[in-house]
């Protein structure tokens, strides 16, 4: 059975970086894509970042995070990870990492349907 464990979060003042982990198990044959989003209270899930796991895998940002967030995957550990810097108010949300058992489409990256695997969540809230 797979599963996506997440660690890290908490709470971090504006300017400050954090760390999220996502660590898989029961992968199986894989996930060629995995993704972070992130919901904040009353809003929409919405799409972070992802990554092509498979061989050099390109990573693709969603714009509000470009510049600012690296997402990565450490194949001998089975887990990816997002490196958030200069965090602002506005990136306070539960952020969720997810792996998807197909291939996607660039108009698929960033939304829900596709993943079929979820990580618990974890909090992030930025202070001002």
Not at 16 to 42: D, E, H, I, K, N
């Amino acid at each position: 059975q797979t599963q996506l464990v997440q660690s890290g979060g908490g709470l971090v003042q504006a300017g400050g970086s954090l760390t999220l982990s996502c660590a898989a198990s029961g992968v199986g044959y894989g996930m060629p894509y995995m993704g972070w989003f992130r919901q904040a209270p009353g809003k929409e899930r919405e799409g972070v970042a992802t990554l092509y796991t498979l061989g050099g895998g390109g990573q693709h940002y969603a714009d509000f995070v470009k510049g600012r967030f690296r997402v990565s995957w450490v194949k001998a550990q089975a887990t990816l990870y997002i490196e958030m810097n200069n965090l602002e108010p506005e990136d306070t949300a539960t952020y969720f990492c997810a792996g998807s058992k197909n291939f996607l489409s660039p108009d698929t990256w960033f939304t829900t349907a596709p993943y079929d695997y979820w990580g618990q969540g974890t909090p992030v809230t930025v202070s001002s």
